[in-house]
């Protein structure tokens, strides 16, 4: 049998592989060589999604600061309304910029693997290349305080665009999800932005390519060429 021969039989019930170099399955005692089910495609870094987080946090204690700690003192010193107001807005104003242009931000991603892709590089590259509409992405944000919120989408959601000066590259429509959600909860994310080159940064982030050519590909089918090719992004994630 050559080096790259392989054969296929079951043990204990439990399919596995052997070849010249290992066997992989999932059998106590088998080296492991298949992906996870929730694979792992895009991450932000840790210390990028470390200092957004603080930043959130941060014009909070500003918010709290001057809108229930100075204000007050300058209404009650009765101080002119307009110096009372520039006080106020020293603490709105932050919150206000930080949360719309953080809001998108992804910290990472995660690929839902049908049992069949996660066997070998080769069969996850051909489901790349032709994952199906259906097929989910776990896509992690931060909410107002820095709390991780991950927003369970379909590829046949997510289309591209170019929002908030390049701060939004994804859109999806969250309508029905929104009609589900009990009133006090925040509503779904919809606006997303993938930074460039960050997919490297993980071993399997080569995977979010093919993913996002599909995308920019339904997209421009469903909508024509508006759905993500004028708007300055491309299949692969890349500005023109």
């Not at 690929?111 to 992405?137: C, D, G, K, V």
């Not at 665009?161 to 994804?170: C, D, P, Q, S, T």
Request: glycine share 12%; charged share 20%.
């Amino acid at each position: 049998m050559s080096a790259e021969a392989r054969s296929m039989g079951r043990e204990g019930g439990v399919f596995i592989g052997i070849s010249a170099t290992g066997c992989w399955g999932k059998t106590s005692g088998v080296r492991g060589r298949f992906y996870p089910e929730r694979l792992l495609i895009y991450h932000a870094g840790t210390g990028k999604t470390t200092f957004l987080a603080y930043l959130k946090v941060t014009t909070l204690f500003l918010l709290g600061f001057f809108d229930f700690i100075v204000v007050p003192a300058y209404l009650q010193a009765s101080h002119p309304i307009l110096p009372t107001i520039g006080v106020g807005l020293c603490g709105i104003i932050p919150v206000i910029y930080v949360t719309w242009s953080t809001s998108p931000f992804i910290a990472s991603m995660h690929l839902h693997l049908p049992p069949y892709a996660r066997w070998s590089q080769s069969i996850l590259e051909r489901f790349a290349r032709t994952a199906p509409p259906n097929t989910r992405l776990d896509i992690t944000t931060m909410s107002l305080i820095g709390k991780p919120r991950v927003s369970s989408v379909t590829l046949a959601d997510l289309r591209p665009a170019r929002e908030r000066l390049g701060m939004v590259n994804y859109v999806r429509d969250a309508t029905v999800a929104n009609a589900n959600r009990k009133w006090w909860r925040f509503r779904a994310v919809t606006k997303f932005h993938v930074h460039d080159g960050m997919e490297r940064s993980v071993k399997e982030g080569w995977v979010w390519g093919p993913l996002a050519d599909g995308i920019a590909k339904r997209a421009a089918a469903r909508w024509g060429d508006g759905g993500g090719k004028d708007d300055g992004v491309v299949g692969s994630g890349e500005k023109k």
